[in-house]
């Protein structure tokens, strides 16, 4: 003490002010509170959610500064790549510059949410508005449902019975019901277990009326992620890998063996939500590959090696009469198709620090107390990082505000929640 005494005057950090932190926890709040409110849309496809991002991000701007902090910009590697290989062919077009401009500007989600994660207070809140936003979202949407109010239930004729909440669109509305109940688990809030289960018994009855196959699989395979990385963080790694071999094992049985589209057919003629969810099945899987086989076509047979342009897709089908001209549905292969090679590496890259940070955040014993007690299960949000990028074989979920939102909070655990020296001396 005496030396570092002489050694000159320590250093004492004051806490974060007041007002700042409350600033910066409504703006967080109110932020996270918008994401669902996609309907009614602006021009260029702004919303609601939008005007919170641009209020979260002048907060955290202020909250940074007034503290002398640098922001944080996670996977600004993938990002540049991402937004390079779109930059060259709109040069090249004159068209696509909208689309990277929109691509920066979801981006900052994740900037925010890493930089504001510095403080323990502001995740907590972040976290756990998340869950409530989920359930209070998958509540009002069954209100909507049952109530027959258009606006809550967000069902339209041109999707059955299958309900969409205010995002318009059933898929975008599971995944992010999907991304909340694995937040919930991860979080194990609400702290009481009979509340707890009350809210996941409210997301799954919400999963089940957006009616999407995705999201059912997405929570099949996050559950069976979740058991897999809970096993090996108890140190069960021969259990972990005989539960994954024992699972590829009967999914390849079934596929192979079993008429499963004959099964789900039969299925679905037992009420009008099972023939718009699983009765949808065969007819989804012919409708996706003809879109993979015509966008693979157009990579391989057409395509410069920089890409056609971003958002482009769709246009260029209906320019050169595809048969069935639809966007690509797929973040890998639209990433290739209009951005190029140096876009598919960006995509890529991005998956890669994703795993990364997920495994960094699982491993035993990685997290400070304080973000433990925030996240008391972190592999279940590690599960989730591996739905949404398995999910990108089937929907743009780099589209999605809420993807970036949820990179952003795993990106805020991984920086400061770890401990500075994890088990094993990895830093």
């Not at 930059?87 to 920066?104: F, H, R, Y």
């Not at 596929?255 to 037992?270: C, G, H, K, M, W």
């Not at 890259?349 to 304080?370: F, I, Q, W, Y």
Request: net charge positive.
């Amino acid at each position: 003490m005496t030396a570092e005494l002489l050694a000159g005057p320590l250093r004492i950090e004051p806490p974060p002010p007041r007002r700042a932190r409350s600033l910066a926890a409504i703006a967080v709040a109110i932020a996270i509170f918008s994401l669902p409110l996609l309907r009614p849309l602006g021009p260029s496809n702004t919303g609601i959610p939008d005007a919170g991002l641009v209020l979260l991000t002048i907060i955290t701007v202020q909250w940074a500064s007034g503290r002398a902090y640098g922001l944080r910009v996670p996977y600004i590697v993938a990002m540049a790549l991402i937004i390079l290989g779109g930059a060259i062919p709109a040069a090249i077009t004159g068209e696509g510059g909208l689309t990277l401009a929109q691509d920066v500007f979801v981006y900052f989600w994740a900037v925010a949410l890493a930089s504001l994660g510095r403080d323990p207070q502001l995740f907590a809140i972040a976290v756990r508005t998340w869950v409530v936003a989920a359930v209070l979202g998958g509540a009002l949407m069954l209100v909507g449902i049952f109530a027959g109010i258009p606006y809550l239930s967000g069902q339209i004729e041109a999707e059955g019975i299958r309900a969409g909440y205010t995002f318009g669109e059933p898929n975008y509305a599971s995944n992010f019901f999907l991304t909340g109940l694995f937040l919930l688990r991860a979080a194990q809030y609400p702290r009481r277990r009979l509340w707890r289960t009350l809210c996941i018994i409210v997301l799954l009855v919400a999963l089940v009326y957006n009616g999407s196959n995705g999201a059912f699989l997405g929570l099949v395979m996050g559950t069976l992620g979740g058991t897999f990385f809970t096993l090996v963080k108890k140190g069960k790694a021969a259990m972990a890998l005989v539960l994954a071999g024992s699972c590829l094992l009967a999914g390849g049985a079934v596929y192979t063996l079993v008429d499963t589209n004959a099964i789900l057919r039969e299925a679905s003629q037992f009420s009008p939500l099972l023939k718009d969810s699983i009765g949808r099945t065969a007819s989804s899987e012919d409708s996706r590959g003809e879109v993979n086989s015509q966008t693979l076509g157009m990579w391989f047979d057409t395509a410069p090696p920089y890409g056609i342009g971003p958002a482009r897709t769709l246009g260029e089908m209906k320019r050169t009469l595809m048969p069935y001209p639809k966007e690509a549905h797929n973040d890998y292969i639209a990433a290739m198709l209009e951005r190029g090679l140096l876009g598919a590496l960006g995509v890529c890259t991005l998956m890669a620090s994703l795993a990364v940070r997920a495994r960094r955040v699982s491993a035993r014993g990685a997290l400070k107390p304080e973000y433990a007690a925030i996240i008391p299960r972190p592999e279940l949000l590690a599960a989730m990082t591996g739905v949404m990028a398995f999910s990108a074989f089937f929907y743009e979920v780099l589209h999605y505000r809420h993807a970036w939102a949820m990179f952003g909070v795993l990106a805020a655990l991984e920086i400061w929640g770890r401990n500075r020296q994890e088990p094993g001396g990895i830093r």
